[in-house]
C-alpha cells in the first residue's frame, strides 16, 4: 500500500468540457502513472512522470495532459472531454528500485 | 507495443476445481508480473517471475515462466469464492512502465 488517493472517485460530465483527475501519495515514490481500464483492454498507459516537472506520453496519450509540480500530486486533464473517454481511470506509482506498481482505488469518469 | 495474450477472457467454475490462465507473447520479456484485482479497486501485485522456467507458490497460487521467456502460466488448485476477481499479466518496458494482456474474469461459484 503505498498510500495512494484518487479523487473524485466518481464523475460525470458532458462532452466538450473540461476534467482534471487527481492523484495523491504519500509515500514519496519518484515514478507515477495514468491508466485507463475498458473492458477486453486491460489497462493501457496515457502518460506517466519519472519526477517532479518530468512527465511523458505513454501508449493512448491522445486527448489528456498531465502536471506534476510536487512529488506527491499527479493530475490528469482531458481538455475537452469526450465520449471515448469515458472509462476507469487508475494511478499508479513506483520506487526506482523495483518494478512492483502501487495502484489507486480507481476513478470512473463518465462523459456523456 | 508488444502484446500480451491472456486466455482465456472469462472463465466461470465451482468452488474446489482446479484451473489454468495463460499469458502468451511473441516477444521474449525480462520479467512478467501477475496482477489481481477486485471489482472497485485497483490491481495488486501477487508476484514477479524473472527467470526462464520459474516457478512460484503463493498458497494455492502457481506460477510459471516459460523457458523461452515469452510465456507464462497462473494454475490455482482448489479454487474458492475468494479467488473472484480480474487477474492481469504484465511485462515491464522502459522506465518501468507496464505493458498489460487483456486480463482473465474469473468468477468462483460456492
Known sequence: DAGITQSPRHKVT???????????QTENHRYMYWYRQDPGHGLR??????????????EVSDGYSVSRSKTEDFLLTLESATSSQTSVYFCATRTPSTDTQYFGPGTRLTVL | TQLLEQSPQF????????????????????????????????????????????????????????????????????????????????????????IFGQGTTLQVKP
Open chain 1, 45 to 58: 498507459l496515457i502518460h506517466y512522470s519519472y519526477g517532479v516537472k518530468d512527465t511523458d506520453k505513454g
Open chain 1, 14 to 24: 458532458e462532452t466538450g468540457t473540461p476534467v482534471t483527475l487527481r492523484c495523491h
Open chain 2, 11 to 98: 472463465l466461470s467454475i465451482q468452488e474446489g476445481e482446479n484451473l489454468t490462465v495463460y499469458c502468451n507473447s511473441s516477444s521474449v520479456f525480462s520479467s512478467l508480473q501477475w496482477y489481481r484485482q477486485e471489482p472497485g479497486e485497483g490491481p495488486v501485485l501477487l508476484v514477479t517471475v524473472v527467470t526462464g522456467g520459474e516457478v512460484k507458490k503463493l498458497k494455492r497460487l502457481t506460477f510459471q515462466f516459460g523457458d523461452a521467456r515469452k510465456d507464462s502460466s497462473l494454475h490455482i488448485t482448489a479454487a474458492q469464492p475468494g479467488d473472484t476477481g480480474l487477474y492481469l499479466c504484465a511485462r515491464s518496458g522502459n522506465t518501468g512502465k507496464l
